[in-house]
């Protein structure tokens, strides 16, 4: 378990950096091509990093729906995003993906305000959804990829969408129907909030949370530090979720973006951190998986 001073302060200032270079990344993969430049070709569906492919693994579970043929080179090149997975969660979400990052931008406060004032919204509750109905949203999706037979997941994927229309617009394709959709769950968003697109039904964060152990990296609670009053809990109201960290079933909705572990760190005394095995401690709370 970490726990140096100032560390998640730190790792936020890390995660914001990575944030803004993923952004400049994405756009600068095509201007590279344009200049004839191909060791990085692609966009966050696929991508091959000098002939290294990297494939979402949420596109891997629809060609298998698809198809129904396990194609193993396309399984391999999504090792990378799994093993990921496997260890930190869900961070590609929290750390990577510019659909998260442009909501971030909606949670300054000055657009904040803008927000409340046009459509008289109030932030709800904080609170942990049961993880059934996570899981009965990816299923749907599933199910419903499998019955049409149309690619359901590239449609509902908002890194795909946005990393592959920058590419587009840059290169001169134009654009695609792709941005109307885009379009639609952004404007959503900016008038419902509450991050429900990345909450319940991105098929992109739900494909990763498939490989979730009990050694994935998680946010724990310990009790007998923790010194906020009960109706006081600025963990809750930092997280971009609406989750409740010091709760129960916080996974697999949390994608680790520790935000709250960095109040926590700069509020009270550090009663929320992140660590990879559980303690048997029982004054510590884990935030295991629960159904």
Known sequence: MFSKNNFYIKLNKYRKAMQVFSLLFLIAVPILILLDIR????????????????VDP????????????????LIIAAIIPIALALIFGRVFCSWMCPYNTLLELLELRSIKRIQRKLFKRKKSKNKNPRTYIYWTIFS????????????????????GIISSEIFAA??????????LIFGIIFLSEVVLGNRY??????P???????????????????????DCAAYAEPCAGNCPLNLRPKEKMLYPYCFNCGRCIKV??????????????????????????EV
């Open 39 to 54: 060791y990085i070709i692609g966009n966050l569906y696929s991508i091959s990093i000098w002939e290294i492919d990297i």
């Open 58 to 73: 949420s596109m891997v579970i629809q060609t298998i729906i698809l198809s129904k043929e396990f194609y193993i080179p």
């Open 197 to 202: 697109w990345c909450k319940y039904v991105c």
């Open 170 to 179: 840059i290169i001169g394709l134009g654009i695609g129907i792709d941005l």
């Open 264 to 289: 926590c760190e700069q509020t009270g005394n550090q009663a929320l951190t992140f660590a990879f095995t559980d303690k048997d401690d029982k004054k510590e709370n884990i935030n295991n998986v």
């Open 140 to 159: 749907v999706i599933i199910i419903s990829t499998l019955l049409i037979g149309l690619p359901i997941f590239t449609w509902f994927s908002m890194p």
């Open 204 to 226: 992109v964060g739900a494909s990763l949370s498939l490989f979730r152990t009990k050694y994935t990296m998680k946010i724990t609670y310990n009790e007998s530090v923790c």
